[in-house]
């Protein structure tokens, strides 16, 4: 869970929380979109 805080923090502080988007940290996690949901809830 460590990793996907810090890939998430890491894409807030390059893009702004406005332009955060589940999938595009899915990208970076190298996972589906869907799956990254079933992660993190």
Not at 21 to 26: Q, T
Not at 27 to 35: E, G, N, P, R
Request: proline content about 0%; some cysteine; overall charge negative.
């Amino acid at each position: 869970m460590d990793g996907i805080v810090a890939e998430a923090t890491k894409l807030v502080e390059e893009k702004g929380y406005g332009n955060f988007s589940v999938r595009e940290l899915a990208q970076c996690l190298h996972v589906k979109a869907a799956s990254s949901y079933y992660i993190i809830i």
